[in-house]
C-alpha cells in the first residue's frame, strides 16, 4: 500500500519559516519523483516545487524560487520543503504527491499518482 505523510505545518508570522517532510511508504524514489503542491481555500490547486531522488532534477514555481528549497534523503524516503521568508499568500494546504518530475518542465496535479493528506500553512501578516 501506498502511503504519503506529511508533516511540519502550522502558522507562522510574515517572514518566518517552516520545514515540511513527507515520509513515503510502499514507493522508492527511483520509481517516484515528489511534488509539492497547495491549495488555497477558493482557488486551484497549484505546484509548488518537485524533486527527483533517483537523478536529482528540481523544479521550483517562480513564486517560491529563492525561499523555498526542497530536499530528499533516499536513506528514509523522505523529503523535505524548507521555506522561508513567508508571506500571506503562501497560506494554503499543502500536499505531497509522487509522481514526475523534470527540472525545466511543470507537471499538473493530474499527472501524480499518489497524494498525502495535506498540512496546513497559515502565514499571518
Known amino acids: 500500500e501506498v502511503q504519503l505523510v506529511e508533516s511540519g505545518g502550522g502558522l507562522v508570522q510574515t517572514g518566518g519559516s517552516l520545514r515540511l517532510s513527507c515520509a513515503a511508504f510502499?514507493?522508492?524514489?527511483?520509481?517516484?519523483?515528489i511534488g509539492w503542491f497547495r491549495q488555497a481555500p477558493g482557488k486551484e490547486r497549484e505546484g509548488v516545487s518537485c524533486?527527483?531522488?533517483?537523478?536529482?532534477?528540481?523544479w521550483y514555481a517562480d513564486s517560491v524560487k529563492g525561499r523555498f528549497t526542497s530536499t530528499v534523503d533516499n536513506t528514509k524516503n523522505m523529503v523535505f520543503l524548507q521555506m522561508t521568508s513567508l508571506k500571506p499568500e503562501d497560506t494554503a494546504a499543502y500536499y505531497c504527491?509522487?509522481?514526475?518530475?523534470?527540472?525545466?518542465?511543470?507537471?499538473?496535479?493530474?499527472?501524480?499518482?499518489?497524494w498525502g493528506q495535506g498540512t496546513q500553512v497559515t502565514v499571518s501578516s
Open positions: 524533486i527527483s531522488g533517483s537523478d536529482g532534477s528540481i
Open positions: 510502499g514507493i522508492t524514489f527511483e520509481d517516484y519523483a
Open positions: 504527491a509522487a509522481g514526475p518530475c523534470g527540472g525545466d518542465f511543470y507537471f499538473p496535479p493530474s499527472e501524480y499518482d499518489f
